[in-house]
């Protein structure tokens, strides 16, 4: 074989395959014939090659075969050049271009995802997760600024074993972060741990060692910093146009989620996205439209969102099926649904309400359907999920779409229970007004009847007087005694009527109640029937107390009634009087008064009881448990403000179906006090006809004195002056016991009357009454004056004319 | 002998007005001159017939005792007049006492107290029951009530009380003018004034309070 024709095929195939890169790498039609060219002349260094070898051993070659083989070599050689010939390193402009085409897709499938909410979240999430999947990095920071800190909103990827325990905050101006927020260009570090500026021991602990911190600007502004961390040495900075592109994404897709954001919030100062967003991104203009519409239907979303949400009744929404597509928070509370979005799926029979409940909005929902109509204001009764049962004014109108196809039903429920329970209170009101107004007319027409009653039975008392005067029969004053003694009981109801009707006055007096309680209970009888048994069980005790008879009648009338209607089968009604001298602990003695031993009256039936409902309101006016027309619901407000009015208390116990026991307790008064009390001036009817000398100028006062003392049972003579009483005095001097003297009596000319009467006789006792505040001491004497200073009741004269008279009798009642 | 004590008895009821008139008559000292069934009556018929004593119930349709006694004390400064009633009202005993009675009586006394008081009157002895002796008080000026709670019926002056009770009898302010003998004008002068005072603008709510306050029977 010829070595010099050896090497020269190799020589062309090497110039072939050369200019075969060339071509591919400049991609010039002329390189690629002189390609061919160098293949061609390749070819012919090998065909000769061939060509020798054959004609050394006298074989002619088949040259259309030869041909055809070289032919193929030949196009094998330049594939071969073309597909494994290329030169070892690319050409950087085209490895430039093919980057560059590449990242423009991703940045704009970037941009495109990014921005496809404003919800911040979704901007952070979508970033971190995009980056990720571009740059590949082993951790990545997003931060958002506030003022002069950075705060951390989100790291990827998903455990990251770079991911360590980041403070959330940073500063700016600290650290790479902070510096490529604080200067508003990117930060790259190929070795943080060689990096002064890398000031954070956390990020180097972590196993970071390479770092890019890219700043988001916005309109001159750094709103934020991506981080990029390598767990080895990654030359971020190569990628530098693309990251920043990147960033430069996020930060539009940022400031329109804050923006957003501010707008949700309400916060002043939130600007409008304009067309300036900076970085020379092209999506931004499309994303700051869109943020724009979609920024106008949230204004409505959150208009409409906050109609439903605020509006004060139940607001829900169905497909044709009646099923719950969506609710509001009332609607939700009512059905028992922890929010709102629970209800989608549900129908009537998942909710709180009754099966029937149900069935009746199921049809109505039904109507709206089928029927197109609107169901306005129709009054509904659902169970809550509190187990109430709530009254609500229902309506439901049809939902249509743009075609006016129905698309379900939107329904309005407004409880309307209180309203209801109000009216039926105001009707109830009404009600009871109208009894109360009967009743009241009724007491009146009863006072009437009792003051005629009073006036007729004068007469009969007067009549019987007569015939009892003028036959002198035994049988008749027997008679007469029952007649008067009937018609002081019928006074006395009759004083009851008046007393009930409010036309008599509230007197106390001290009242044995013993006897009350027994004179009470005779004719209490005449209103139980015969089923009832009456009994009374009462001590020996003195059982005094300070009260108005006819108001304890009262008491007792009332307390008995309830009994008897709560005996309709009969029973025992038993009366029990006691006298509790301790204290009682629970019922401490009224403020200001002393009194300590109390009398028990308690009355105990054997009926149904008070039903508990009822058991704390039955001293409320209008409460009732009797029928309807049978009680006025008054009886106990009259007991309680009777016993109110006494210092009293009163205590029920009730139990269903054995009785009730109403116990008072009755402040009892002392025996000192009883005889205070009874010093009434018709108790002093002590004078046997002593003269008594009242001198006084005022003609209707000496009158009524003069008849005070005379219905005492003393003789008065009367004198107007010092003139006539001297005079008087003097024709009767034996005789007058005492002298009742006006101080200020018009004075005779001459010496003091006064005195010329007490110096000629100073052991008569006179009383001075005197309207001068100089007399000190009432009642108290001067030897056998004494003075009683104006004005004086005529029971405090009465009192001291008998002290003075009769010294004893006086010191003996007293005692 | 002296001559029997001549009275007239007024009362509106005709039962009790006879009876009464027949026991007084009965007696030997007194002598019923004549009966009336309403103050206006009684008002005229003691102008005629000057009697000694006049008993008198103190609620009765028509002009009010008490203006009619004002009316007499002028007119007829000897007769005295002697109230008997069934209530012992504050307001009652108030006005009894202003008009200085010789008596105010309830009518749960016996009839020997009744007779007694007619007897002591004459003589210048009034006489008070128990029930309303125990209400007086005595000072500088005369016998007054004791301790009367105040009301809003002290804002009215007499006449506008006068004009109360009769507007709570349930009278026109025409029949009110020709009984206390003023123009119809004046009456509604008065009217709007006390409902003003009272704070009462319905006759019927008028009458109710007029009745809770014991200015008239119902």
Sequence with gaps: ?815 | MSAPISILVVDDHAIVRSCLAKTLDDQPDMTVVGTAGDADEALAEAIRLRPAIILMDIDMPGLLCFSAVETLRVRCPETRVMFLSAFAHDRFIEQALAVEASGYITKDEKTETVLNAIRNAVAGIPYFSPAVRSRIVVDSFGAHLAQRRQTRVDTLTPRELEVLRYLARGMSKKEIAATMVLSVKTVEYHTASLMNKLDIHDRVELARFAIREGLTEP
């Design chain 1, 1 to 815: 074989m010829n070595i010099l024709l050896v090497a020269s095929c190799l020589a062309r195939i090497a110039a072939t395959m050369w200019c075969v890169a060339l071509w591919r790498s400049r991609r010039d039609a002329r390189l690629g014939l002189l390609a061919i060219l160098a293949a061609l002349l390749a070819l012919q260094s090998g065909v000769s090659l061939v060509g020798g070898e054959g004609a050394d051993e006298a074989t002619p070659p088949d040259v259309p075969a030869v041909i055809l083989a070289l032919t193929i070599s030949a196009l094998l050689l330049f594939g071969l050049a073309i597909v494994g010939g290329a030169p070892k390193g690319p050409e950087p402009g085209e490895k430039a271009w093919l980057v560059t085409s590449k990242e423009s897709k991703a940045l704009h499938c970037f941009a495109r995802e990014v921005g496809a909410s404003l919800a911040l979240d979704h901007v952070v999430r979508s970033a971190i997760r995009h980056v990720v999947a571009l740059i590949e990095p082993d951790l990545v920071l997003l931060f958002r600024r506030k003022d002069d800190r950075l705060i951390l909103m989100g790291t990827g990827p998903e455990g990251s074993r770079f991911n360590h325990n980041h403070t959330p905050v940073h500063r700016v101006g600290e650290c790479l972060c902070g510096l490529a927020v604080r200067d508003a260009v990117p930060v790259y570090s190929r070795d943080i741990h060689d990096d002064d500026r890398c000031t954070w021991a956390e990020c180097k602990e972590a196993g970071i060692q390479s770092f890019a911190a890219l700043p988001l600007r916005n309109e001159g502004d750094v709103i934020g910093v991506l981080g990029l961390a390598g767990g080895s040495e990654r030359d971020f900075e190569r990628r530098g146009p693309f990251l920043e592109a990147l960033a430069g994404i996020i930060a539009a897709a940022f400031r329109n989620a804050l923006h957003h954001e501010q707008a949700q919030a309400g916060e002043p100062g939130f600007r409008e996205p304009n067309d300036s967003m900076g970085n020379g991104v092209g999506v931004c203009d499309d994303i700051a439209g869109r943020v724009e519409a979609e920024q106008r239907r949230h204004q409505q979303e959150t208009l409409l969102r906050c109609i439903i949400s605020n509006i004060p009744s139940a607001v829900f929404w169905k497909n044709t099926e009646s099923v719950y597509e969506g609710c509001n928070w009332a609607f939700a509370r009512a059905a028992g649904l922890s929010s709102p979005d629970q209800v989608a799926g549900r129908t009537d029979y998942d909710m709180p309400w009754t099966h029937e409940q149900a069935d009746r909005l199921r049809n109505r929902d039904h109507r709206v359907v089928n029927e197109g109509v609107s169901l306005i204001h129709v009054e509904e009764t659902l169970r809550h999920a509190d187990g109430t049962e709530r009254i609500v004014l229902s309506s439901k109108v049809p939902l249509h779409d743009a075609h006016g196809r129905i698309l379900g039903v939107l329904g309005i429920h407004t409880d309307i229970t209180d309203r209801k329970e109000a009216e039926e209170a105001r009707a109830k009101l009404n009600e009871q007004l109208h009894q109360a107004q009967k009743l009241e007319a009724v007491g009146q027409l009863a006072g009437g009847m009792a003051h005629d009653f009073t006036s007729l039975l004068q007469v009969i008392l007067s009549g019987a007087e007569k015939l009892r005067d003028y036959v002198g029969d035994e049988a008749i004053h027997d008679a007469y005694a029952m007649i008067e003694q009937a018609c002081a009981e019928a006074t006395g109801l009759a004083r009851s009527l008046l007393t009930f009707s409010h036309r008599l006055p509230v007197e106390k007096e001290p009242l044995q109640l013993r006897p009350v309680l027994e004179e009470s209970i005779r004719w209490i009888r005449r209103l139980l029937p015969g089923t009832i048994e009456v009994t009374l069980e009462t001590g020996h005790d003195s059982v005094t107390i300070l009260a108005d008879r006819t108001q304890v009648q009262q008491v007792l009338l009332n307390l008995v009634i309830n009994a008897r209607d709560a005996m309709p089968e009969g029973g025992t009604l038993r009366f029990a009087l006691e006298r509790l001298d301790g204290p009682l602990d629970t019922m401490p003695s009224p403020a200001g008064q002393s009194f300590t031993p109390w009398a028990r009256l308690a009355i105990s039936d054997t009926g149904s009881g008070i039903p508990p409902e009822v058991r704390d309101r039955i001293f409320e006016p209008f409460v009732t448990t009797k029928p309807r027309g049978e009680g006025s619901g008054l009886g106990l407000t009259i007991v309680r403000e009777i016993i109110r009015q006494h210092g009293a208390r009163i205590e029920v116990d009730s139990h269903k179906g054995e009785g009730t026991t109403v116990a008072i307790h009755w402040p009892c008064i002392e025996p000192e006090t009883i005889l205070q009390e009874s010093k009434a001036p018709s108790e002093h009817a002590s004078g046997r006809g002593e003269l008594i000398l009242l001198a006084e100028a005022h003609r209707y006062v000496r009158e009524i004195m003069a008849s005070t003392l005379q219905s005492l049972g003393y003789f008065v003579l009367q004198a107007a002056d010092a003139a006539q009483l001297l005079e008087l005095y003097r024709t009767n001097r034996e005789r007058v016991r005492l002298l009742v003297v006006d101080a200020d009596l018009p004075r005779p000319p001459g010496p003091d009357w006064l005195q010329q009467i007490r110096t000629a006789d100073p052991l008569t006792p006179a009383i001075i009454t005197t309207a001068s505040p100089e007399a000190e001491h009432d009642g108290v004497s001067e030897g056998h004056t004494v003075f009683l200073r104006k004005p004086f009741q005529m029971s405090e004269l009465g009192r001291l004319v008998c002290r003075l008279i009769n010294p004893r009798q006086s010191e003996d009642s007293e005692t």
